[in-house]
């Protein structure tokens, strides 16, 4: 079983595919994405590139749990294109992407069944030709002391092997850190039992 504090996804487009199926052809991409707004920026952007096709179909996932998803088959028939493509995003385990097929018509129909099958090749091919990364889940600390404290916060973070995404040393010490979730309770509690230091989550 996987970690639970663990997800997989892209920090770049993934280079661009085309499947060809009976004089239809679709092409496929993958975004990285962390909010609607980046969706709808991209979905514009492969709109304008291809102006000429007849569908962008797309399917999202968002969230470090997988917990946001849509499909959309965009005038293919109900189910035919978007489900498919999310489907190899579940199949990949990954999420904050945005895969969009674009279907220009070869003037044959596919039927349904042969719909669903391009949508799926081409959005697998999408998802082979960007780079996955995995990446674990993390809980932000800020941890301040005085400065004749400094040492022994220091000292924890190096022993931990921490990542420190940022220092602020003005009257006091503030620093921040990021810790993977699964440790994260043993951490808090580390700091917290030194005299002095004062560790709270950051939203």
């Known amino acids: 079983m996987e970690a639970e504090d663990l997800y997989k996804t892209i920090f770049k487009p993934g280079e661009e595919v085309l499947f060809k199926d009976k004089g239809s052809k679709f092409f496929g991409y993958a975004f990285p994405v962390k909010n609607e707004d980046e969706i709808n920026l991209a979905l514009e952007e492969m709109k304008s590139k291809h102006h000429k096709a007849r569908h962008w179909c797309y399917a999202w996932q968002l969230g470090k749990r997988y917990d946001h998803y849509r499909a959309n088959d965009d005038g293919e028939p109900s189910n ?3 489900m498919p ?34 949508y799926k090749t081409t959005a697998q091919l999408a998802l082979e030709a960007s780079a996955i990364k995995t990446k674990t889940i ?6 301040t002391c005085e400065y004749p404290d400094m040492n022994k916060v220091m000292r924890v973070i190096k022993e931990k092997n921490l990542n420190v995404t ?10 921040f850190i990021s810790v993977r979730e699964n440790e994260a309770e043993n951490i808090f509690d580390k700091f917290e039992g030194i005299y002095g230091v004062k560790i709270e989550e950051v939203e």
Request: proline fraction near 0%; charge should be negative; hydrophobic fraction near 45%.
């Open 166 to 175: 940022n220092q602020i040393l003005e009257l006091d010490c503030q620093i």
């Open 138 to 143: 993390n809980t932000e600390y800020k941890v």
């Open 85 to 118: 493509i999310y489907g190899q995003l579940q199949s990949f385990e990954v999420t904050n992407i945005l895969v969009v097929v674009v279907r220009y018509f070869g003037g044959v129909k596919l039927g349904v069944g042969g719909l669903i099958n391009a």
């Open 80 to 82: 035919s294109a978007g």
